[in-house]
């Protein structure tokens, strides 16, 4: 009766051996599709993810020679008599002055031309003197983000962001399970062996990953905004009506069809904001102009380094909108082109909680909300993530079998891939580029064992 008991105990007790055996074969293969699709992209958005997170200091070194300048004492020109310099290096229209962020940078002023894309002038707005005309964000920093979003490549490469955040976030869980101790001494928080071994890289991966993990994954989550398809749908949803305001804060005012991010830089929670209409006074009464409006912003106390966008059209407003590190500062005031009177003052406060809760994430994506230890910070996680992908590659190169791919084994239950299947099923809903990408590496997968079995015939004879 004792043997029968201690007999069935131990089939039950390699059964579960066995089930825990397939389960890890099972996450092991798609953490290893996970890594085949996207280490290469995660090592250009760390790298150039990186450098923008110094994207002040870097372009201010880059382009020292025409955007910093001199201070030459209080008096400063005018900004109709800045904007007028500007325009008589590039002739076109003025659509945007920006305030400088201190009194050593230069005053970037934006021009329409009658043909071809707008144009910055950055002027010196002591001397008057133009110091540099180019085509409207293509500096450095500019450059590089336009690189880490893949904006620099068009409208359709950037919905790889969605897919690469999408299985970045498989990555990190997938990771967590396999790094898991399972009475092992070593590879949990120490690296074994030396960069000759095989269990170095992969304990380095194994270590690395778990301290950076938590990184990568609010890096995955708070980048997903700027995503094409994701983004773009929950930015309608946290705006609403698609107006961008919060509940209670919309205003019986005209609207035009002008949306706030086509004039000027905003926050990613109003970009579909729609910008209101001056009533043009039947009196016939001029506009304001330039000067006065930009008196009345900083009579309102907007943070140094504000844009304001100038009205074009009659119906026109001076849009006046500042973004700095301190999330309570941001800012987006319109004023009435023939009054100067406001017609919407919004701070950051008065944003909805999903908008609150999605800026703080932006913000602090890109090193602002909590200054340079949010830099340093991320970082030293941008550098992990390199380290990481680097040993994953060298890892795989010296474990995989010669002339082969090194696909990790399948399990010898295929049933384990239910539950695998429909967590990632469920990820695929919520990231709908990420899911079609699943039901292709699927369709792979199925393929690749098709061919397997075909060739293992062959190989037997």
């Known amino acids: 009766m004792t043997d029968a008991a201690d007999g069935a105990a131990a089939l039950k007790l390699a059964a579960q051996r066995g089930g825990a055996s397939d389960l890890y074969r099972a996450i092991w293969r798609w953490h290893f599709y996970a890594g085949l699709l996207i280490l290469p992209f995660l090592i250009t958005l760390a790298i150039t993810g990186a ?43 003025a659509v945007k002055y920006t305030d400088p962020p201190a009194d050593n940078l230069s005053t970037e002023i934006t021009v329409r031309p009658a043909t071809g894309g707008s144009m910055a002038v950055y002027v ?32 359709t490469p950037r919905m790889v962001i969605e897919i690469v955040a999408g299985w970045a976030i498989l990555l990190v869980l997938t990771g ?17 062996g030396t960069p000759t071994r095989r269990v170095f890289w992969r304990d ?28 773009a749908k929950v930015n309608e949803w946290a705006n609403g009506s698609n107006f961008g305001y919060p509940a209670g804060l919309r205003i019986d005012l005209p609207m035009s069809e002008e949306h706030l991010d086509h004039v000027a830089k905003t926050s990613w929670s109003l970009e579909q904001a729609r910008i209101p209409e001056a009533v043009p006074p039947e009196s016939g009464m001029p506009s304001i102009g330039v000067d006065a409006a930009v008196g009345i912003f900083d009579t309102l106390g907007l943070h140094r380094g504000y844009a304001v966008s100038l009205p074009t059209t009659p119906t026109g407003v001076f849009s006046g909108s500042v973004y700095p590190d301190d999330l309570s ?23 909805g909680p999903g908008g609150r809760a999605l800026e703080w994430g932006i913000n602090t994506h890109m090193g602002q909300t909590y200054g340079r230890m949010n830099q340093i910070v991320l970082l030293l996680a941008c550098l992990a993530i390199v380290v990481l992908a680097v040993s994953a590659a060298v890892m795989w190169w010296k474990r995989r079998p010669s002339s082969s791919l090194g696909v990790p084994p399948l399990p010898s239950d295929r049933r ?34 098709w061919s397997t079995n075909r060739r293992r015939p062959d190989l037997a004879v």
Do not use: C, K
Not at 55 to 80: C, I, K, N, Y
Not at 329 to 351: I, K, N, S
């Open 124 to 155: 010196n707005q002591y001397s008057g003197e133009v110091l540099e005309v180019r085509p409207d964000r293509s500096t450095f920093a500019w450059t590089v983000r336009y690189l880490h979003s893949f904006r620099f490549f068009g409208a």
């Open 51 to 93: 450098i923008y997170l110094f994207r002040d200091e870097v372009d201010t070194w880059v382009h020292a020679d025409f955007m910093q300048v001199t201070p030459a004492g209080e008096e400063r020109l005018v900004p109709s008599e800045i904007i007028a310099a500007a325009l008589a290096a590039q002739p076109g229209t």
């Open 329 to 351: 500062q941001q800012r987006v005031v319109h004023l009435d082109q023939y009054t100067g009177d406001p017609l919407l003052d919004m701070t950051y406060a008065e944003y």
């Open 416 to 449: 384990v891939f239910v539950g695998l299947f429909v967590m990632l099923g469920i990820g695929g809903v919520l990231f709908p580029l990420t899911g079609l990408s699943l039901l292709v590496m699927i369709a792979l997968d199925l393929i690749w064992q």
């Open 176 to 192: 967590i399970f396999l790094w898991w101790p399972r009475g092992q001494q070593g590879g949990v928080v120490s690296v074994r």
């Open 204 to 231: 380095l991966h194994a270590v690395t990953g778990v301290f950076v993990g938590g990184f990568l994954l609010f890096l995955a989550i708070t980048g997903l905004p700027w995503s094409s398809v994701w983004g």
